[in-house]
């Protein structure tokens, strides 16, 4: 799971991770399971069967790519992280 705080223009967002070997996958993040609260933080479920192609176990970067609207154009933001959990 991860809980972020994005601007509202972001629609589409990946989440790639990246093994020791550059064994790399992405997942569209914005098309998971997510829940805004009342304070604005989306919290989006990621079942970690969706990184089938890099060893979980030996991770060496977890990161947010690409930010950009319905038209696919790029935003260029911060995005905070305030919970990154693997469960």
């Known amino acids: 799971t991860l809980r972020l705080n994005i601007p509202a223009a972001v629609e ?14 992405s997942v ?13 933080w989306i919290t989006y479920s ?5 990184f089938d192609r890099v060893d979980l176990s030996r991770l060496a970067i977890v990161g947010l790519w ?3 609207d319905a038209q696919g154009a790029s935003i260029p933001c911060t995005i905070v992280v305030d919970d990154l959990g693997f469960r």
Not at 13 to 25: F, I
Not at 28 to 40: F, I, P, V
């Open 66 to 68: 690409n930010p950009s």
């Open 28 to 40: 569209e993040l914005t098309e998971h399971e997510a829940a805004r609260d009342d304070a604005g």
């Open 12 to 25: 589409r967002l990946e989440l790639k991770v990246e093994g020791p070997q550059t064994n790399a996958q």
């Open 46 to 50: 990621v079942p970690l069967s969706e």
